[in-house]
């Protein structure tokens, strides 16, 4: 399957969304416990930007969950 980087980003968004809204966890919330702004958290689950490993593993840590499950999701 080809993806694009755009719905790729796009989905990883979304499902960065979706765990925290499961936690419980308002956008300032994850901001907080992974010491980024709120305007970041909102801006990565808009896709409108693209975010590095080390933040992708602060957010998983955040959310109680492995980095590897944060790329686990269905393309859509």
Do not use: W, Y
């Not at 990565?44 to 955040?62: D, P, Q």
């Not at 499950?69 to 269905?74: I, P, Q, R, V």
């Amino acid at each position: 399957m080809n993806i694009s980087e755009e719905t790729f980003i796009a989905n990883l968004g979304i499902h960065i969304r979706q765990l925290r809204e499961k936690k419980g966890m308002s956008q300032q919330d994850l901001a907080d416990d992974c010491g980024i702004t709120q305007n970041q958290v909102g801006r990565i689950e808009r896709a409108e930007i693209k975010t590095g490993i080390k933040t992708l593993i602060k957010i998983a840590n955040a959310l109680d969950v492995e980095p590897k499950d944060l790329l686990d999701f269905s393309i859509k």
